[in-house]
């Protein structure tokens, strides 16, 4: 089952993108309300549009980058499966807790323990997966200033 490499993508391209429009949904218009825009934000918070299409690119890349692991384990492979499962929730999970419930200190908690996971893929399979681990790193990037983000907003308001 899913033998195919192209539909393996195309399976983690949706269910990757399930994730974005999910936390969307879930953060209520968050960077818009008048919440958010009235905290003391990190100087070097990026405008709006590049969240979007950071995350875009970054979810592309995690596609190839989740079919190849999948291609090179048994695809149903547990531990692996479970590692994405977790990566989802706590992607999704950010955007409610963050933007909807305005707890920012349980963000924080739950954005380092997204970015701990991420750092585990990237270096937990980099001998299995070589240079494709090179798709892994924008993701890795953009949680090390997300949290970064997170951090600032937690220690300054």
């Known amino acids: 089952m899913f033998k195919n490499k192209y539909l393996r993508f195309?399976?983690?391209?949706?269910v990757?993108?399930?994730a974005l429009g999910l936390g969307v949904l879930l953060m209520n218009n968050g960077p818009k309300t008048e919440w958010y825009t009235n905290l003391n934000q990190?100087?070097?918070t990026p405008v709006n549009w590049v969240f979007g299409v950071a995350w875009s690119t970054i979810m592309f890349c995690f596609s190839f980058y989740i079919t190849k692991l999948t291609l090179e384990f048994n695809y149903l492979d547990k531990r692996l499966i479970t590692l994405f499962t977790v990566q989802w929730f706590l992607n999704v999970c950010w955007n409610f807790v963050f933007f909807n419930q305005h707890l920012t200190?349980?963000?924080?908690?739950v954005?380092?323990?997204?970015w701990l996971l991420i750092g585990y893929f990237t270096f937990n399979y980099l001998k299995k997966i070589k240079w494709y681990t090179v798709l892994i790193v924008p993701y890795l990037i953009?949680?090390?200033i997300a949290t970064s983000l997170n951090a600032y907003i937690v220690f300054y308001n």
């Open 10 to 14: 195309i399976i983690f391209f949706i």
């Open 142 to 144: 953009w949680m090390t």
């Open 42 to 44: 990190a100087p070097w």
């Open 105 to 109: 200190e349980l963000g924080l908690v």
């Open 16 to 18: 990757n993108f399930l």
């Open 111 to 114: 954005i380092i323990l997204l």
